[in-house]
């Protein structure tokens, strides 16, 4: 579980192997890993908390880089979990099989061109909602278009939760990759349109007034999958220094030392293994 750094009194828990890693985050120490199909962060219901916008204005922004790509692969989700519908409370986006922008709301799928994250850099998404049901989005600071199909009360369905990587009520349609710095605020925080285009975050988030939830994603109890370093390739040769056996071999045997402690990845340094052979 991921602790809300500030707002809204809700939880989160995680689905399959969802990790949090320090070695790739946008901000702070730490952020949201989703390693496989399957593995997405949810929080508790949040339909009748105090602060969360089940009518008028509210916006959504965070920060994913996508890992792998597997078809129609949603960054987050609003829903129950219920259905495919969700009594029209149901809303998500992310990249499809084309590499277009794909909303989904009340069973109505919608692509959008001019989106330039179907790749694995760092990108940062603003989704921003009202009354009226419609949701205008942005993409790195850019007005990408208004979806019209959401429901005009997004959080107001008892049960409703927010995924972070994948639709909810879906067996499929999950994101691979890491989620960092998500805040959820009461009021549009920009203009609905171009002229609304802003530069996004180059910092942590400070919670202001409007500020409903923000999680920094800095700490958790999740495992952490970045602790395992892998060394891809030693340096060096394969012709060691001589080092003398403290017993004697036989006409075939195997020897390994414990060399120098030297603490690098040269050959011949450390963990030595040598073997004979006699005729």
């Not at 603003?126 to 850019?142: N, R």
């Not at 019209?148 to 972070?164: D, E, H, I, R, V």
């Not at 996004?200 to 970045?226: F, I, R």
Request: with cysteine; glycine share 14%; charged share 10%.
């Amino acid at each position: 579980t991921f602790s809300i750094t500030y707002g809204a009194n809700f939880t989160t828990t995680k689905n399959g192997s969802a990790t949090y890693q320090t070695s790739e985050k946008k901000f702070g120490t730490g952020c949201l890993y989703n390693a496989s199909q399957g593995d997405y962060l949810k929080t508790s219901d949040m339909s009748g908390i105090t602060g969360i916008p089940t009518t008028g204005n509210w916006t959504i922004d965070f920060w994913a880089k996508y890992s792998a790509r597997n078809g129609t692969d949603r960054i987050i989700g609003i829903g129950t979990g219920g259905g495919t519908n969700d009594a029209g409370n149901q809303f998500s986006f992310g990249y499809n099989s084309s590499g277009l922008m794909n909303f989904y709301a009340n069973s109505q799928n919608d692509t959008f061109s001019g989106y330039t994250g179907n790749n694995t850099n760092w990108h940062h998404y603003q989704v921003q909602g009202s009354g009226g049901g419609a949701i205008y989005h942005f993409e790195d600071g850019v007005y990408k278009g208004t979806y019209n199909n959401a429901s005009a009360t997004l959080f107001g369905l008892s049960g409703t939760f927010l995924q972070m990587g994948g639709r909810t009520g879906s067996a499929g349609e999950f994101f691979q990759g890491y989620i960092d710095e998500l805040r959820i605020s009461n009021v549009h925080r920009v203009t609905n349109s171009a002229s609304g285009n802003f530069t996004p975050p180059t910092a942590q988030y400070t919670a202001d007034a409007n500020t409903v939830a923000l999680l920094h994603m800095d700490d958790t109890n999740l495992t952490d999958s970045s602790a395992t370093t892998l060394v891809a390739n030693a340096t060096g040769n394969f012709i060691g220094n001589t080092i003398t056996a403290p017993t004697s071999t036989s006409s075939m045997g195997a020897i390994i030392t414990y060399q120098d402690n030297a603490g690098t990845n040269a050959l011949n340094t450390d963990i030595v293994l040598q073997l004979s052979a006699d005729n």
